[in-house]
């Protein structure tokens, strides 16, 4: 049974950093993507950023220059380091991952990823 569990969320002012977590449990396929996604009220889930099994990496344009996605192998933990936050980046933040055999991007759109943690909320006051 695959579980992915986000944590780290929290209530921070504007300007400053979170870092998330998402521990993986049960998911065995060598080849993946992970990504991080954010809900905001009222809104899809927005593609933040992707990590590959090799390590690439892509962030969305717009948080290019804030947000950084990163894995621990080891301990099967996907990251999400962000900084200078600002209110528009309030949301519900999901961890997801797939297997992945394209050999392209990795995978950047909800559809796309099977496993889903269950979320975890950021609020960014001014």
């Known amino acids: 049974q695959v579980q992915l569990v986000e944590s780290g969320g929290g209530s921070v002012q504007a300007g400053g950093s979170l870092r998330l977590s998402c521990t993986v449990s049960g998911f065995t396929a060598r080849r993946y993507c992970m990504g991080w996604f954010r809900q905001g009220p009222g809104q899809g889930r927005e593609g933040m950023a992707q990590?590959?099994?090799?390590?690439?990496?892509t962030v969305a344009d717009s948080v290019q220059d804030r947000f950084t996605i990163s894995q621990d192998k080891s301990k099967n933990i996907l990251y999400l380091q962000m900084n200078n936050l600002k209110p528009e980046d309030t949301a519900m933040y999901f961890c997801?991952?797939?297997?992945?055999?394209?050999?392209?991007?990795?995978?950047?759109?909800?559809?796309?990823?099977?496993?889903w943690g269950q979320g975890t909320q950021v609020t960014v006051s001014s």
């Open positions: 990590i590959q099994y090799d390590d690439i990496t």
């Open positions: 997801a991952t797939e297997s992945f055999d394209d050999g392209g991007w990795c995978y950047s759109l909800d559809y796309e990823y099977k496993y």
